[in-house]
T-cell receptor, first 117, second 110 residues
Framework: GAVVSQHPSWVICKSGTSVKIECRSL??????MFWYRQFPKQSLMLMAT?????????EQGVEKDKFLINHASLTLSTLTVTSAHPEDSSFYIC?????????????FGNGTRLTVT | QKEVEQDPGPLSVPEGAIVSLNCTYS??????FMWYRQYSRKGPELLMY????GNKEDGRFTAQVDKSSKYISLFIRDSQPSDSATYLC??????????FGKGTLLTVNP
């Protein structure tokens, strides 16, 4: 099945610094990728839709200047958390669907656990 | 009211039991329904993906969709300790966005 790889799997950073998270589709091309955030014992909340070659679409309440998304190629999307604060500590998960398969479901990466100290 | 409601549990069963996990949804525009399994500190893993009302079986897992009552279920037969995880139901509408339930934490005791 379709494989989505996410890196790093965990990161600790100091308050005020920026962190970049990478999401790659390993064996398929993805014109669209999705970024989710999950707080402990909560469900996944969609943050933004990443579109290859164009601007990302952010969900209501998500600061686009804080969560920078770049989808520069058909297999790579990056999420940069700028000027991170402790309240940004969370589990960030990307997902993509295989465009070669009709009605393909979403496949998820293994997530990145961000801790801001 | 959330668009997808799921009892968060926790649910604890003995090994070998049949597990029933359920969700309800309110948006008639939802067309596709999924069940994901999520182990601690891992991303969700797709278990089942269904479109129409009825049953879909894959090994020990059966997904059931009843669009008339807006009810989706996942049954796990002969449950194993390795099935212990959080199970997330999800629904997708025409905008290709997924709406997730809160997840049910399942523990299968040996």
């Amino acid at each position: 099945g379709a494989v989505v790889s996410q890196h790093p799997s965990w990161v600790i950073c100091k308050s005020g610094t920026s962190v970049k998270i990478e999401c790659r589709s390993l064996d398929f091309q993805a014109t669209t990728m999705f970024w989710y955030r999950q707080f402990p014992k909560q469900s996944l909340m969609l943050m933004a839709t990443s579109n290859e070659g164009s601007k990302a679409t952010y969900e209501q309440g998500v600061e686009k200047d804080k969560f920078l998304i770049n989808h520069a190629s058909l297999t790579l999307s990056t999420l940069t958390v700028t000027s991170a604060h402790p309240e940004d500590s969370s589990f960030y998960i990307c997902s993509a669907r295989d465009g070669r398969v009709s009605n393909s479901p979403l496949h998820f990466g293994n997530g990145t656990r961000l801790t801001v100290t | 009211q959330k668009e997808v409601e799921q009892d968060p549990g926790p649910l604890s069963v003995p090994e070998g039991a049949i597990v029933s996990l359920n969700c309800t949804y309110s948006n008639s525009a939802f067309q596709y329904f999924m069940w994901y399994r999520q182990y601690s500190r891992k991303g969700p893993e797709l278990l089942m993906y269904t479109y129409s009302s009825g049953n879909k079986e894959d090994g020990r897992f059966t997904a059931q969709v009843d669009k008339s009552s807006k009810y989706i279920s996942l049954f796990i037969r002969d449950s194993q300790p390795s099935d212990s995880a959080t199970y997330l139901c999800a629904a997708e509408g025409s905008n290709y966005k997924l709406t997730f339930g809160k997840g049910t934490l399942l523990t299968v005791n040996p």
